[in-house]
C-alpha cells in the first residue's frame, strides 16, 4: 500500500474558517517536526474546516489546510485528496478524514455518488513512510494499520468514482482500486512499488489487482514494481476511461452525475450485486442478484421506468 513518498510530517488540527485553498506548507509550522504516527487519532484531529457546504483551508494558524476537500455539483460530491506539498501521500491523519468524508457522504440523502481524485495532478503517491519506517511488527499488529480507515472506502454504498491523475503508486493504487471505478488520466502512473522497500501491498493490493488485471500481470507489476500508464490500465481493465487531463474531473463528475440519476434502491442494489460477485462462488452470486432483481419489482423506480420505456416517455423525476 506504499509509495515512495517520505515527509517526515505529521499534520495538524482542523478548525473552522474561509475557504482559501492554498498550499498546505503554508499553513503548517509543525509539518517536518513530528515522524512518527501515534498509535490514537485524537477526536480534534478528525474536526473538518467548513464553509458554505464546502471543505476549506485555512486562513489562520489554529486552522490548518484540511486534507480532504469536498464539493458539491447537485447530488454528485467531490472529495478531494489535499496533500499537494506530498504528492498527496496518504498520512494516517489524511486516511482519518477521508474515512470521516465518506461516512458522513454516505450518510448524507442528497448525495448520489461521489468522485475521489487528488489536488494538483496528482491522485496519491503512496503511503507516508516516514510515519511507518521505524515501527515495530508488534506496532503495525496493534494499530491495525492497513485496515484502520482504509477499507471505509471499499465499504461505501454510494458509487464512488475514482478520477486518477498523475501518480497512483502504492496506497494511490489500492485506494483507487476500492473505489466502484476508475477513470484514468493520460498523465496517470499506477504501480505496487512495496517489494523494493522489503513489504508487500498491505491494503488490498495483492487481491484487487490480481482479480483487476489477473495473475500474470499483477505478478509482474508487484514482484518486479513495474508502473502502468492510464493507457495500459485502460486495456487491461483496471480502468475504466481513459480521458485527457484537463477533462478528467468533469467527465467523472458527468458520469457521477447520470449514475445519481438513476433509481436510487437499484442503484445500490446494482453495486452490491456486483461487489458480491468478488466474494462467492458463481451459483451464489447469480442467487443474490436475482434476489435484488425480483425485489426491485417493489418499487417506483421499476414501475416508472417500464410504464415510461413503454409509452415512450422520459421517466419522471
Given amino acids: 500500500m506504499h509509495g515512495f513518498v517520505s515527509t517526515g510530517s505529521a499534520e495538524p488540527r482542523i478548525g473552522r474558517s474561509h475557504h482559501v485553498i492554498r498550499p498546505i506548507d503554508e499553513f503548517c509550522p509543525l509539518l ?13 484531529d478528525s ?35 489535499n496533500r499537494p506539498a506530498a504528492l498527496n501521500a496518504l498520512s494516517a491523519r489524511l486516511i482519518d478524514q477521508l474515512h470521516t468524508a465518506l461516512r458522513e457522504a454516505d450518510t448524507d440523502h442528497a448525495v448520489r455518488a461521489l468522485v475521489l481524485t487528488g489536488a494538483n495532478g496528482n491522485f496519491a503517491a503512496g503511503a507516508d513512510i516516514a510515519e511507518m519506517a521505524d515501527e515495530s511488527f508488534l506496532d503495525m499488529f496493534l494499530q491495525d ?6 477499507e471505509s472506502t471499499s465499504a461505501v454504498r454510494t458509487p464512488i468514482i475514482a478520477a486518477v491523475a498523475g501518480y497512483a503508486l502504492g496506497g494511490g493504487t489500492e485506494l483507487a482500486m476500492m473505489c466502484d471505478m476508475v477513470f484514468a488520466a493520460e498523465s496517470s502512473v499506477f504501480g505496487l512499488p ?39 490500465a485502460l486495456a487491461m481493465g483496471l480502468a475504466a476511461r481513459l480521458v485527457a487531463d484537463d477533462a478528467l474531473l468533469d467527465t467523472a463528475v458527468e458520469a457521477a452525475s447520470i449514475i445519481a440519476g438513476r433509481s436510487w434502491p437499484a442503484t445500490l ?30 418499487t417506483d423506480g421499476q414501475k416508472d421506468g417500464m410504464a415510461a420505456f413503454l409509452a415512450r416517455r422520459p421517466k419522471n423525476g
Fill in 145 to 150: 494499520y492497513a485496515n484502520s480507515g482504509w
Fill in 269 to 298: 442494489m446494482a453495486k452490491e450485486a456486483v461487489n458480491h460477485s468478488f466474494n462467492s462462488t458463481l451459483n451464489e452470486g447469480i442467487r443474490v442478484e436475482r434476489r435484488f432483481f425480483n425485489a426491485l419489482f417493489a
Fill in 47 to 81: 474536526y473538518t474546516c467548513r464553509d458554505a457546504g464546502r471543505w476549506s483551508s485555512v486562513t489562520t494558524d489554529a486552522c490548518p489546510a484540511p486534507l480532504v476537500l469536498r464539493e458539491d455539483r447537485g447530488p454528485v460530491r467531490i472529495l478531494t485528496l
Fill in 32 to 44: 517536518h517536526q513530528t515522524r512518527r504516527r501515534t498509535a490514537t487519532v485524537r477526536k480534534s
Fill in 194 to 232: 512495496e517489494t523494493t522497500l522489503g513489504i508487500i501491498p498491505g491494503a488490498g493490493g495483492t487481491q484487487r489487482l490480481s482479480r483487476a488485471v489477473g495473475k500474470s500481470v499483477a505478478m509482474d507489476m508487484i514482484l518486479t514494481g513495474r508502473r502502468i500508464t492510464g493507457r495500459e
